[in-house]
């Protein structure tokens, strides 16, 4: 979702000095909140965090200079004139967090929470998508999902908001209580739970008790959203129960979920979808193809009816989902006679997300002459079974008919490794090393999946692929177009 400038007043002076028991300067109004000035624009509020790499003092006289409402800082700092509008605090990130919480406090929208190993920022962009169209809706702008970013996505919701969306992730126990805590959903949604962040939990049952956590914030008698088909939905029910959840709603495509599909008609782009929502039938069209991207609707649509949403507006939205940049976009490049398709899915990698990925592509149909080529990158955080799981991609793979296979990183080289030899397309230790390699082997009509973790930076080669575009531009001047909404 791209961020929108809210029409509507934030704070001024006298109420965030109220909010962070702060000192206020001036009299000024602000219509945002930034904590980075190079997406601060004009009427923003300037809330200076200082992080691991920088600190956001170094920036407040260049946020003032950029137009900023007012400016966040501490007590005693002397890089703006004593005058500069703002309020002075003892600590900025509490600052921010109880800008966060007086939101939260003043607000009257209906609140829902989304977390889950996969799928929670494509439920969140979705759900976001089906209720803008009925009311003031406010959301978390892409993943701001941690501490600092889920208070900073709640300072930024206005009162008037009647809906609020907010995306929750960790990946140590312990992080989403607070976060919970702190924006009091009404609707808890759990996308998945699956083996990821392995590297810092025993088990998967660790790893849902940390989901779990995001109960520990739902309003008296709110409502938990839950996938029935994932083997710790029992456990999540029974924690969600002992959180006082009033309601536990389920989707998936399990016999007894609440919310389940009925019956799919997938093909390259999208999927046809009639699903029984609560004992009432409903066709829609999912935008996006992926068996994962119908079972994530499920969800949306589960939540949204817990939302109070109009259902059959929301049915009619979900066409319009388009996925985040980096989780599944799909770039149309021109490439000499003819076309290259980047499915640009560079953000992130867990098992089941990457064997979801590929099984998109062998839904894909090449053009002329082309292949169906994946493009993969350690998947990180998985701890003492990293190798295995890695290696497990290889019937995926296969299963889906996948003609050549580039692998970057140390856990893509034992997959490499087990891959038929008429498979592998080359390897490299890093991405950067890989790009070009990939960018020399392609050809017109080909079909590109590039994934991986966030931290083996894959998005280097869908960059070295873009490239490739400008390099053979047509006469109109197009360099290739995006589809699926990017």
Not at 17 to 34: F, H, I, Q, Y
Not at 53 to 68: I, M, R, V, Y
Not at 109 to 120: D, E, F, L, Q, R
Not at 385 to 406: E, Y
């Amino acid at each position: 979702m791209a961020m929108k400038k809210t029409p509507f007043v934030l704070w001024n002076a006298a109420a965030a000095a109220a909010a962070t028991e702060g000192d206020a300067t001036g009299e000024w109004r602000a219509t945002g909140v930034s904590i980075d000035t190079r997406t601060l624009v004009p009427g923003d509020l300037f809330v200076a965090i200082r992080g691991v790499a920088s600190d956001g003092h170094d920036f407040a006289k260049a946020a003032l200079e950029k137009g900023a409402a007012g400016v966040v800082v501490r007590r005693g700092f002397a890089g703006v004139p004593d005058d500069a509008p703002g309020v002075r605090v003892d600590d900025t990130l509490q600052a921010l967090e109880a800008l966060g919480r007086t939101a939260r406090d003043r607000s009257r929208a209906k609140i829902c929470a989304v977390t889950g190993s996969v799928g929670k920022t494509g439920s969140k962009e979705a759900l976001a998508l089906i209720l803008e169209r009925q009311g003031v809706m406010h959301a978390s702008q892409g993943n701001l999902n941690n501490h600092w970013g889920l208070p900073l996505s709640l300072a930024r919701m206005p009162v008037e908001a009647q809906f609020g969306v907010f995306e929750m992730g960790m990946n140590h126990p312990g992080e989403i209580r607070p976060l919970s805590q702190m924006a009091r959903p009404h609707v808890a949604l759990i996308t998945t739970v699956e083996l990821v962040h392995s590297e810092y939990f025993q088990s998967v049952e660790e790893i849902a008790d940390a989901k779990a956590e995001i109960f520990d914030g739902l309003v008296e008698g709110g409502t938990a959203v839950l996938n029935r088909d994932n083997p710790m939905f029992d456990r999540l029910s029974a924690a969600a129960r002992r959180a006082g959840a009033g309601e536990v709603v389920s989707f998936g495509k399990h016999a007894e979920a609440d919310v389940r599909v009925i019956e799919t008609r997938p093909d390259a782009v999208g999927t046809s979808v009639l699903a029984d929502v609560s004992g009432a039938e409903m066709k829609y069209r999912v935008g996006v193809p992926g068996r994962h991207w119908v079972i994530n609707t499920l969800g949306v649509l589960a939540a949204a009816k817990a939302m109070g949403a109009d259902m059959d507006v929301a049915a009619a939205m979900l066409a319009r989902i388009a996925p985040p940049k980096g989780r599944g976009n799909r770039l149309v490049i021109p490439f000499e006679e003819g076309e290259l398709t980047v499915i640009d899915e560079s953000y992130n990698a867990s098992p089941v997300a990457v064997a979801a990925a590929i099984e998109v592509l062998g839904m894909s149909e090449p053009g002329a002459g082309g292949r169906r080529i994946a493009v993969l990158g350690d998947m990180l955080e998985l701890g003492e079974k990293s190798d295995d799981l890695h290696r497990s991609l290889a019937g995926p793979l296969t299963a889906r008919n996948v003609d050549a296979v580039f692998t970057a990183g140390s856990g893509m080289g034992g997959l490499f490794d087990d891959l038929p030899r008429a498979m592998r397309g080359g390897h490299a230790v890093t991405s950067d090393k890989l790009a070009p390699l990939v960018a020399s082997a392609v050809r017109p009509g080909d079909v590109v999946l590039v994934k991986g973790s966030y931290g083996s930076r894959m998005g280097v080669v869908v960059d070295a692929l873009t490239a490739l575009g400008r390099s053979h531009e047509r006469p109109n001047g197009g360099r290739g177009r995006a589809v699926n909404g990017e």
